[in-house]
């Protein structure tokens, strides 16, 4: 059964905290990313890999990063969390195939919640 | 760039209906993939199609079915018979056919088929 994992369903944390959400696949995906949803917005995708160390910015990167220093981990970092920060986080990956992506795989999601 | 756009926000209807969900995309590609993903109040997106731009072919799986019209720029999701258990959000999403392409994701509907 193909899987994606991420660390944590439920996740408190103070304003200016260092924040890290991880995600690991099993399928053996090139691609994987992070998408924050918001009620009305639906999902934005914040960044993702194509590859092990690379990293594409999505459309709201701002006061996020990321990690991939393996081919299954995809880690998103809030370097100073703030309570606009509040969200569901949801990971994804994908395979990269000859005929384009296949389609994203998603882990349970985050609700983070920042006080 | 590439859009998605979910015009509805919220539909209910009551079981046994038949119930149209609308997606309009807009890409410059040639070559693209589109999706369907439904996500139950658990939370978790479950992928439930995947069609390329060469195939305009209606597709049926139960009491689901999709209509792509590319004149239209239209992928259609309907769901013949409502049940309650479809209750969800539908979110429809597009994908290019290059190297390090995303999955740009249409705001969602909410769905609530009434007993």
């Known amino acids: 059964d193909v899987k994606v994992t991420q660390s944590s369903r439920y996740l408190v944390k103070r304003t200016g905290e260092k924040v890290f959400l991880e995600c690991v696949q099993d399928?053996?995906?090139?691609?994987m990313f992070w998408y924050r949803q918001d009620p009305g917005l639906g999902l934005r995708l914040i960044y993702f890999s194509y590859d092990v160390k690379m990293k594409e910015k999505g459309d709201i990167p701002e006061g996020y990063s990321v990690s991939r220093e393996k081919k299954e981990r995809f880690s998103l970092i809030l370097e100073s969390a703030s309570t606009n920060q509040t969200s569901m986080y949801l990971c994804?990956?994908?395979?990269?195939?000859?005929?384009?992506?296949?389609?994203?795989?998603f882990g349970q999601g985050t609700r983070l919640t920042v006080v | 760039a590439q859009k998605v756009t979910q015009a509805q926000t919220e539909i209910s209807v009551v079981e046994k209906e038949d119930v149209t969900l609308d997606c309009v995309y807009e890409t410059r590609d040639t070559t693209y993939y589109l999706f369907w993903y439904k996500q139950p109040p658990s939370g978790e997106l479950v992928f439930l199609i995947r069609?390329?731009?060469?195939?305009?072919q209606n597709e049926i799986s139960g009491r689901y079915s999709w209509n792509f019209q590319k004149s239209t720029s239209s992928f259609n999701f309907t769901i013949t018979a409502s049940q309650v258990v479809d209750s969800a959000v539908y979110f429809c999403a597009l994908s290019g056919n290059n190297y390090g392409q995303n999955f740009v994701f249409g705001p969602g509907t909410r769905l609530s088929v009434l007993p």
């Open positions: 994804a990956s994908s395979l990269r195939g000859v005929g384009g992506n296949t389609e994203a795989f």
């Open positions: 069609r390329n731009s060469f195939d305009e």
């Open positions: 399928m053996d995906h090139e691609n």
